[in-house]
């Protein structure tokens, strides 16, 4: 079973750019989180899908963050300006009923902002 | 909402035992996860407890208590390798469908 695929892989970008994520689930798996990890700490969850529709986003900061998942499948986390701040990894993951609603992470991307 | 305890950082020595205890208050519970995160790396799955009692796969145990919020993970016969960060992850079952609360993390260093 091919896992959950992320890119890019690492980015560098200038404060108030725009930058872009893109995650590709595992195959079957309807439910798709984004998270953001900071430095010494646990992953912090950003927005959860169910299939193409959003159940929770109450932790994104909707004035700079922006995420969808179009079909159902593959999903994009967009930040517009960046801030200092929004250094961090960025996770993908997903789950189905058959994992225990254990996820799968994907590799991750490392965002540096400067 | 949750709260979600563990401790910061711990170190072991290799060939040893060690425990990581994790207490949470979470709304919705429905079972807790254990993972495993070297650095630099994504979270990997360590194991899952839904019922009271004691779990165990190879050298890692995880126990849950379900009454106390409370859960711990085992690590027997140390090895360099299981120097990484440890997230407890327990599970609710809410509006927002099944969704994973992670702690800050346990950093276990391994010294020989």
């Known amino acids: 079973e091919a896992g959950v695929a992320q890119s890019p892989r690492y980015k560098i970008i200038e404060k108030r750019q725009s930058v872009a994520f893109w995650c590709n689930p595992i195959?079957?798996?309807?439910?798709l989180y984004w998270y953001q990890q900071i430095l010494g700490q646990g992953p912090k969850l950003l927005i959860q899908?169910?299939?193409?529709?959003?159940?929770?986003d109450s932790q994104l900061p909707k004035d700079r963050f922006s995420a969808e998942r179009l079909k159902g499948v593959d999903s994009t986390l967009k930040i517009q300006p960046a801030k200092l701040e929004d250094s961090a990894v960025y996770l993908c993951?997903?789950?189905?009923?058959?994992?225990?609603?254990?996820?799968?992470f994907g590799s991750g991307t490392r965002l540096t902002v400067v | 909402g949750q709260n979600i305890d563990q401790p910061t950082e711990m170190t072991a020595t290799e060939g040893a035992i060690v425990q990581i205890n994790c207490t949470y208050q979470?709304?919705?519970?429905?079972?807790l996860f254990w993972y495993q995160q070297h650095a630099g790396e994504a979270p990997t799955f360590l194991s899952y407890?839904?019922?009271?009692g004691l779990e165990e796969k190879g050298r890692f145990s995880s126990f849950l208590s379900r009454s106390k919020g409370y859960s711990y993970l085992l690590l027997k016969e140390l090895q360099m390798k299981d120097s990484a960060s440890y997230l407890c992850?327990?599970?609710?079952?809410?509006?927002?469908?099944?969704?994973?609360?992670f702690g800050g993390g346990t950093r276990l260093m391994v010294k020989p």
């Open positions: 993951a997903s789950s189905s009923q058959s994992t225990g609603y254990g996820y799968t």
């Open positions: 992850a327990p599970k609710a079952l809410n509006n927002a469908g099944n969704m994973l609360t």
């Open positions: 195959s079957g798996h309807a439910t």
């Open positions: 979470t709304s919705g519970f429905n079972g």
């Open positions: 899908f169910q299939n193409n529709g959003v159940v929770d």
């Open positions: 407890n839904v019922l009271d």
